[in-house]
């Protein structure tokens, strides 16, 4: 009997209020697990349900102004939200379904960032992960920095589509070593 292959990376984007931990939340996420060859077993997005009160006082400014279409998108997909518990809830079986009891590595641009809120929303899903992430940011620091090389990545500011964006980034700096 051949074993069910697992996927090693859990690629996630979240679209959140603000960057803030403290006081901003999840609205919008997304997940892929692939393999290190970034074959995608499963793609999971979710919506949060968020109050519309902290949306309309925390998505102000610039970033927001620049990004009017996904504000827009954002506040309209609130009500079909769920409660932040039950999308861990998904994205632990969605976890447990690709990944097995394996090591399961997230991923992702300036992952650390959305890593610091799923520590404070998500505490189960957080426990879940291994201490090591895949930072796709660190990638790009260096090809920018040292070697003049820019990945051009579309930046949409939809989770789902941030993710395959940093999927393609990680797999144009690997064939650049290659």
């Known amino acids: 009997m051949t074993k069910k292959k697992t996927a090693s990376l859990l690629w996630i984007d979240l679209e959140m209020t603000g960057l803030s931990p403290e006081k901003d939340r999840i609205l919008e996420v997304a997940a892929i697990a692939t393999d290190w060859d970034f074959e995608e077993f499963e ?71 959305d890593r610091k809120f799923i520590e404070r929303e998500w505490p189960e899903l957080n426990a879940r992960l291994h201490y090591r992430m895949l930072d796709v940011s660190a990638w790009k620091i260096y090809f920018e920095n040292a070697l003049h090389r820019k990945f051009a990545k579309p930046e949409n500011h939809r989770a789902l589509d941030d993710i395959r964006g940093s999927i393609e980034e990680l797999k144009w700096y690997r064939k650049m070593i290659s």
């Not at 939200?81 to 590595?105: I, S, T």
């Open 43 to 113: 793609t999971y997005t979710g919506v949060v349900k968020v109050s519309e009160k902290l949306m309309r006082e925390r998505m102000v400014g610039e970033f927001w102004e620049k990004n009017k279409a996904s504000y827009d998108a954002l506040m309209a997909q609130n009500a079909s939200g769920l409660p932040a518990k039950q999308v861990e809830q998904e994205l632990l079986e969605f976890v447990k379904r690709n990944c097995g009891d394996e090591d399961v590595y997230l991923a992702g641009n300036s992952i650390h960032q």
